[in-house]
């Protein structure tokens, strides 16, 4: 169950709080995304947010940073416990805080605050240059676009 992984995170986090996957997978896991209801739960995610409900963003933000911070030293090195390098992780946390932002954005156009969500999308397109500067597979390539799409599309 997702709140039991969640807390095996944690528990590894607390044991080794430089576990890059330990870091990731949580931020993974408080987004929810997976499952067959990622539609769902961004609908979810943004009406939590636009209620200023942000602690699920809030938490998982704090991971995909700590996980970045973490994983910079690894490089092209595969980071313990993934098949996935130092450099993929950055690039797809980068991406997640770009989408973490980006649903700040739509909850502050739809709450009436045009100001904070030209701040937050200021933040989404930094997280996307800074997941660019990796090389990204077609996926996460494809995610980076259907990301910065979404920021066009609400205006910003």
Not at 29 to 56: C, F, H, K, V, Y
Not at 75 to 91: K, P, R, Y
Not at 102 to 109: D, K, M, S, T
Request: glycine content about 8%; charged content about 20%.
């Amino acid at each position: 169950d997702i709140e039991g992984a969640r807390n095996e995170c944690s528990q590894a986090i607390t044991a080794d709080p430089n576990c890059t996957a330990a870091y990731y997978r949580k931020g993974l896991l408080l987004l929810n995304l997976d499952g067959g209801r990622g539609a769902d739960r961004i609908s979810d995610l943004l009406e939590q947010a636009t209620r200023g409900q942000t602690s699920d963003l809030d938490a998982a933000d704090d991971c995909f940073k700590q996980s970045i911070r973490t994983a910079a030293g690894v490089g092209n090195g595969n980071v313990e416990g993934t098949s996935l390098t130092g450099t993929d992780i950055v690039a797809q946390c980068n991406l997640n805080l770009a989408l973490t932002a980006v649903l700040r954005v739509a909850a502050n156009c739809a709450s009436g605050h045009p100001e904070y969500a030209r701040n937050w999308a200021d933040v989404a397109r930094q997280h996307i240059d800074q997941a660019r500067q990796g090389h990204l597979d077609r996926k996460t390539s494809e995610m980076a676009q259907a990301i910065d799409s979404l920021l066009s599309k609400l205006g910003y």
